[in-house]
């Protein structure tokens, strides 16, 4: 069945360091979305994108959807300890169906 | 307007019983869906339901598990003789439509099994 895969599993840098997660899928997406689970929460929604080559910033994150549509990276620049937690993408195959989470890259920031 | 609620938080039950766990989504959201997160894993996809509706349980299995979402009332997932197997957090996300929008998680319930 399709899936989703995620690298790395799991990510230690330091406070001030860059950081960046990949999504890679075995199909082609319509769709891909990534969310943020801080330790002992939920997730919770920080973007979804939808067209070829797609790149989208929000403060310190850049967000990228590969031009096949099978891929997909998180990138966070000179990260806080306010970044802790594990980062999923989620992708979804045509316009029916239910989003295919990765099992998501954990990020710790050392002080 | 209130997120999406779960309860209960914390769920403890001995093998052999019944586990109940209530979703009510976000006001104006028809669309549910129910993940199992086991410790340092990922999100597994387990029932995507609409009102009255399920739309897709390719996730959930056969056995023991059955989700609803009732036109009146939170959407339930009814786990019947709980194994230690199933001791995980069961999180319930809501959409206001399909699943090209994003979805909103409520805070979870943890479910022990004893």
């Known amino acids: 069945g399709q899936q989703v895969m995620q690298i790395p599993q799991y990510q230690h840098v330091q406070e001030g360091e860059d950081f960046t997660t990949y999504c890679n899928s075995s199909?082609?997406?319509?769709?891909i979305q990534w969310y943020k689970q801080r330790p002992g929460g939920h997730p919770v929604f920080l973007i979804q994108?939808?067209?070829?080559?797609e790149v989208k910033k929000q403060k310190r994150l850049t967000f990228q959807f590969g031009e096949a549509k099978k891929n997909s990276s998180l990138h966070i620049t000179a990260t806080q300890t306010t970044d802790v937690g594990t980062y999923f993408c989620?992708?979804?195959?045509?316009?029916?169906?239910?989003?295919?989470f990765g099992k998501g890259t954990k990020l710790s920031v050392k002080p | 307007n209130a997120g999406v609620m779960q309860n209960p938080r914390h769920l403890v039950r001995r093998r052999g019983q019944e586990a109940r766990l209530r979703c009510s989504p976000m006001?104006?959201?028809?669309?549910v869906y129910w993940y199992r997160q086991l410790p340092e894993e990922g999100l597994k996809f387990m029932v995507y339901?609409?009102?009255?509706?399920?739309?897709?349980e390719s996730g959930m299995p056969k056995e023991r598990f059955s989700a609803e979402f009732p036109k009146e009332g939170p959407s339930i997932l009814r786990i019947q003789q709980v194994v230690r197997g199933d001791s995980a957090a069961y999180f319930c996300?809501?959409?206001?439509?399909?699943?090209?929008?994003?979805?909103?998680f409520g805070p979870g319930t943890r479910l022990t099994v004893t």
């Open positions: 996300a809501s959409s206001p439509g399909t699943s090209n929008y994003e979805q909103y």
């Open positions: 199909t082609t997406l319509s769709n």
């Open positions: 994108l939808v067209k070829s080559g």
């Open positions: 989620a992708g979804k195959r045509g316009s029916q169906g239910n989003l295919i």
């Open positions: 006001k104006g959201h028809s669309h």
């Open positions: 339901l609409q009102k009255e509706n399920i739309i897709d």
